[in-house]
Nanobody
Framework: VQLQACGGGSVQVGDSLTISCAAS????????MGWFRQSPGKEREFVAA????????LYADSVKGRFTISRNNREAAVFLQMGSLKPEDTAVYFC????????????????????WGQGTQVTVSS
């Protein structure tokens, strides 16, 4: 499975931006798809994730209410709609996928994911 993220860019505080990630290869059975981000000097942190069908989602507290994750299973793609962007949202955003389901408490753990995309830069300026 290969993951290709795109859609990053430079925006102003308060702007919105949507980034996307397309999966190829044996992508039809990816149970969980999600996003992580990493800023310079910081560890990679969980942003959001969604299960097959998008019925259950999970968000980091820092983005809850501002970001929305969705997925298109037919196209094996996952999207992250980001609103009310803040300078602290500046980071490289990585999409990730896991083939099998896992307990809810583990979804936010990077080590639980089997596949990773190359990352897309999001820069929020004041």
């Amino acid at each position: 499975v290969q993951l290709q993220a795109c859609g990053g860019g430079s925006v102003q505080v308060g702007d919105s931006l949507t980034i996307s990630c397309a999966a190829s290869g044996r992508a039809f059975s990816l149970d969980i798809m999600g996003w992580f981000r990493q800023s310079p000097g910081k560890e990679r942190e969980f942003v959001a994730a969604t299960r097959w069908g998008g019925r259950r989602t999970l968000y980091a507290d820092s983005v809850k209410g501002r970001f929305t994750i969705s997925r298109n299973n037919r196209e094996a793609a996952v999207f992250l709609q980001m609103g009310s962007l803040k300078p602290e949202d500046t980071a490289v955003y990585f999409c990730a996928a896991r083939r099998n389901d896992v307990v809810q408490s583990a979804i936010a753990t990077a080590e639980q994911y089997d596949y990773w995309g190359q990352g897309t830069q999001v820069t929020v300026s004041s």
